[in-house]
Nanobody, 127 residues
Framework: QVQLVESGGGLVQAGGSLRLSCAAS????????MGWFRQAPGKEREFVAS????????IYADSAKGRFTISRDNAKNTVYLQMNSLKPEDTAVYYC????????????????????WGQGTQVTVSS
């Protein structure tokens, strides 16, 4: 499986921005679709965004549309999540995920034997 390490989380005021990064290693990066999920305290993990192997196809949860941008740099084996106009309800642990089906898209991906997950990075948005 591919190994994933997230970074870039932190504390930010409402309206601010953060950029999360996820560095992948251990497998050919372009063999994987990549995604971001988040889990807030007391809530189930939820899909945020995904990008296919080439970076040309992206899908966003409604909560992320217009504020978040997912991208990947295949030369650096890294996927990013640019988060703008952050709200207190965006507070969560954010997880990077990889799916071994490189064109897989959306929340149905990254599950079971197809999925690999990072350890998560905390994002806290203060009001």
């Amino acid at each position: 499986q591919v190994q994933l390490v997230e970074s870039g989380g932190g504390l930010v005021q409402a309206g601010g921005s953060l950029r999360l990064s996820c560095a992948a290693s251990g497998r050919t990066f372009t063999n994987y679709a990549m995604g971001w999920f988040r889990q807030a305290p007391g809530k189930e993990r939820e899909f945020v965004a995904s990008v296919n192997y080439s970076g040309r196809a992206t899908i966003y949860a409604d909560s992320a549309k217009g504020r978040f941008t997912i991208s990947r740099d295949n030369a650096k084996n890294t996927v990013y999540l640019q988060m703008n106009s952050l709200k207190p309800e965006d507070t969560a642990v954010y997880y990077c995920a990889a799916d071994s089906r490189p064109s897989c898209a959306g929340y149905v991906c990254f599950q079971g034997s197809y999925g690999s997950w990072g350890q998560g990075t905390q994002v806290t948005v203060s009001s």
